[in-house]
Nanobody, 126 residues
Framework: QLQLVESGGGLVQPGGSLRLSCAASGVTVADYVIGWFRQAPGKEREGISCIVNSGKRTEYGDSVKGRFTISRDNAKNMVWLQMDSLKPEDTAVYYC???????????????????WGQGTQVTVSS
């Protein structure tokens, strides 16, 4: 059974950077498409990025495109989300999620993902 644990969240000033980590255990993460999602208070969960099994294709939501970078290392069972040029509107709980499939493309539709971490809080404020 796949388990996901996020870390790396915290308080950062606008314009700053954070790197979120998603550690997978139980099975090899190579068999899973991985997505990052976030949910701010009072808002719906938003898909912000995803990465296929091989790491060769990624997708980003319009709100983070050009600022966030997703990556993975299957040998280490790890996925990361590098977040740069952070804005107050990036404040949310961030989740990584996994979809058991081998895909050449990925989706940011949360309904496709069956495994979720517990989330890590990111707060962007001066």
């Amino acid at each position: 059974q796949l388990q996901l644990v996020e870390s790396g969240g915290g308080l950062v000033q606008p314009g700053g950077s954070l790197r979120l980590s998603c550690a997978a255990s139980g099975v090899t993460v190579a068999d899973y498409v991985i997505g990052w999602f976030r949910q701010a208070p009072g808002k719906e969960r938003e898909g912000i990025s995803c990465i296929v099994n091989s790491g060769k294709r990624t997708e980003y939501g319009d709100s983070v495109k050009g600022r966030f970078t997703i990556s993975r290392d299957n040998a280490k069972n790890m996925v990361w989300l590098q977040m740069d040029s952070l804005k107050p509107e990036d404040t949310a709980v961030y989740y990584c999620a996994a979809h058991h499939a081998w895909e050449v493309s990925c989706t940011m539709d949360s309904r496709a993902y069956g495994y979720w971490g517990q989330g890590t809080q990111v707060t962007v404020s001066s």
